[in-house]
């Protein structure tokens, strides 16, 4: 497996590449990552991985110099998984000025995640543009527990017609049923036992939504209701329409529920689509 950490070294490497797929990272691989490179190598011959913790999509109260670096042991990972390169520029490398022109992603990004972390998508939105225009793959796997993101991703690809297919992974999971993710290390040992619960309150509004019950006002209050009880501090639990994250109307059956809450100072999210009856 190669180590880039330079755009012209990158350029170089991948000049005349018949099909690249990108696998966009912060780092800190879990196996939840690793499931985005086996996809990725199921579309393309040639799998980049890119490792940049982004400045620009952390808030003012959020911790960028905290986040987990585990660069060598994300190599022995990705290499095991049949990566064949990773790009891992520094941040003079991917930001060599201060970065005025940014993207503007649309009133959605304001909402959920977006309403708990102002300015997050927009920090995405640009990072994600700037690696597609370094790497120039024909594909790039996102998971879908981050829902919103890559929701905002593909309208972005949409609308700038940028010639890159999205491929959606399925969110991994321990066997209890919560969703993998990088921020699992900081839950103590109660808080890990508790953490599945997250999941379980989602799969229940699942149900009964697929069961018919389309009060959805009472289904989240409920469902808040069942975290606070346990000791979650509830950002969200809402049903929304797949399409557009925004309230669904009233006949429309493609939905997901998302959740977003914290145990302790752990701040987890989860989702699950859901196919509302006719």
């Keep these: 497996m190669e180590v880039i950490g330079t755009l012209e070294a990158l350029r170089a490497r991948l000049r005349g590449e018949p099909a690249i797929a990108c696998v966009p990272t912060m780092g800190n691989i879990h196996q939840g990552h690793l499931s985005l490179v086996r996809i990725a190598c199921e579309h393309a011959p040639l799998v980049v991985t890119t490792i940049f913790v982004n400045r620009l ?10 986040y987990p670096r585990t660069f060598e042991d994300d190599c022995d ?11 891992h520029p520094n941040e003079s490398q991917m930001y060599p000025e201060p970065q005025v ?22 920090g995405v939105a640009t990072v994600v543009l ?7 793959p024909h594909y790039a796997v996102f998971g879908k527990k981050d829902y919103q993101q890559i929701s905002i991703v593909r309208h972005m690809v949409e609308q700038l017609a940028l010639p890159v297919r999205i491929i959606p992974a399925e969110t991994v999971r321990a066997d209890d049923g919560l969703a993998l993710s990088s ?8 808080q890990r036992s508790e953490a599945p619960r997250l999941n379980s309150v989602l799969r229940r509004v699942r ?3 697929e069961a018919g019950d389309r009060n959805f006002e009472a289904i989240e209050f409920a469902a808040d209701a069942e975290l606070a009880r346990h000791g979650w501090h509830v ?22 529920v998302l959740g977003a809450a914290k145990l302790g100072n752990t701040r987890l999210i989860d989702n699950l689509e859901i196919l509302a009856p006719a």
């Design 101 to 122: 022109f940014t993207v503007e992603p649309p009133a959605v990004a304001n909402k959920l995640e977006g309403r708990f972390r102002p300015g997050h998508f927009r």
């Design 77 to 87: 990972s990705l290499e095991r998984a049949g990566n064949a390169i990773v790009f």
């Design 183 to 190: 921020r699992n290390r900081y839950l103590t040992a109660e």
């Design 130 to 136: 700037k690696l597609f225009n370094m790497v120039q």
């Design 57 to 66: 999509q952390f808030g003012a109260n959020e911790d960028f110099d905290g």
């Design 235 to 256: 950002d969200y639990v809402v049903v929304r329409s797949r399409r557009t994250l925004m309230q669904p109307g009233a006949r429309e059956r493609e939905l997901v």
């Design 207 to 209: 149900e009964q939504v």
